[in-house]
C-alpha cells in the first residue's frame, strides 16, 4: 500500500492567489481528516469527513478555507484568497473506520508558503 | 471536553539513558489514548495506542507506555535512548463518543546527545 498521498510536497504562492492541496487516502479508508500543522498552534483539525460526507468542520479558520471529498480515493482543501498567515504545514491522514479503535495514517504533508 | 497536556516542549537526554515523556488528559469517560512521532519533514506515525485490556501498552522501536487512570496519564517510556530517537512525539485522545475525532497535545521534541 502506498499510504496516504499528498500532493504537492512543497507550494509556495503570493498572497491573493488561490492554493489547491490534494489527498488520497489509503484504499478501503473511510475517514479523512486535514490537520494544519504550525510552530505556534502546533496541530489543528480543520474538517473531517466520514464515508466522503464532511463531520465536523468546526475547525476551518474562516471562509476562505473550502474542503471537498467527491469521492472515497479524493480530497482537496482549497484556500481562496491565500494570506501569509497561512503558511503552514497541512496533512491528511485517513483511518479504517469511525471507531476511535484505529487511529491514523498521516500522508507526509504539502508545505505551503504564502508570501 | 477531552484535552492532552504534554509536560515540557523539549527533553534531552543522552544516548543509552532513559526516555520519559510526558502525557496528562482529561476526559470525563474512558479515552482512547495514542502516541505518534513525527521526524522531521515527514507526517505522523503511529507509536502505540490504548484502547482496553491491558494498561501496559507496548508499540514500535522499543518504546511503551501506561494507561493510569487514576493519574489520567498515558507516559511514554523507552529503557534506553538512540540517536535515531530524535524526533517529535505526539500524545492524542479520543473518546467513544467522539466518533473518530483525535486531541492532540502541543508536542514534545526529543533530542538524544551523544
Known amino acids: 500500500d502506498a499510504g496516504v498521498i499528498q500532493s504537492p510536497r512543497h507550494e509556495v504562492t503570493e498572497m491573493g492567489q488561490e492554493v489547491t492541496l490534494r489527498c488520497k487516502p489509503i484504499?478501503?479508508?473511510?475517514?479523512l481528516f486535514w490537520y494544519r500543522q504550525t510552530m505556534m498552534r502546533g496541530l489543528e483539525l480543520l474538517i473531517y469527513f466520514n464515508n466522503n460526507v464532511p463531520i465536523d468542520d468546526s475547525g476551518m479558520p474562516e471562509d476562505r478555507f473550502s474542503a471537498k471529498m467527491p469521492n472515497a480515493s479524493f480530497s482537496t482543501l482549497k484556500i481562496q484568497p491565500s494570506e501569509p498567515r497561512d503558511s503552514a504545514v497541512y496533512f491528511c491522514a485517513s483511518s479504517p473506520g469511525d471507531s476511535p479503535n484505529y487511529g491514523y495514517t498521516f500522508g507526509s504533508g504539502t508545505r505551503l508558503t504564502v508570501v | 471536553a477531552q484535552s492532552v497536556t504534554q509536560l515540557g516542549s523539549h527533553v534531552s537526554v543522552s544516548e543509552g539513558a532513559l526516555v520519559l515523556l510526558r502525557c496528562n488528559y482529561s476526559?470525563?469517560?474512558?479515552?482512547?489514548l495514542f502516541w505518534y512521532v513525527q521526524y522531521p519533514n515527514q507526517g505522523l506515525q503511529l507509536l502505540l495506542k490504548y484502547t482496553t485490556g491491558a494498561t501496559l501498552v507496548k508499540g514500535i522501536n522499543g518504546f511503551e507506555a501506561e494507561f493510569k487512570k487514576s493519574e489520567t496519564s498515558f507516559h511514554l517510556t523507552k529503557p534506553s535512548a538512540h540517536m535515531s530517537d530524535a524526533a517529535e512525539y505526539f500524545c492524542?485522545?479520543?473518546?467513544?463518543?467522539?466518533?473518530?475525532?483525535?486531541?492532540f497535545g502541543g508536542g514534545t521534541r526529543l533530542m538524544v546527545k551523544p
Open positions: 476526559s470525563s469517560v474512558p479515552p482512547y
Open positions: 484504499s478501503g479508508h473511510n475517514s
Open positions: 492524542a485522545v479520543t473518546l467513544n463518543n467522539a466518533g473518530n475525532m483525535l486531541t
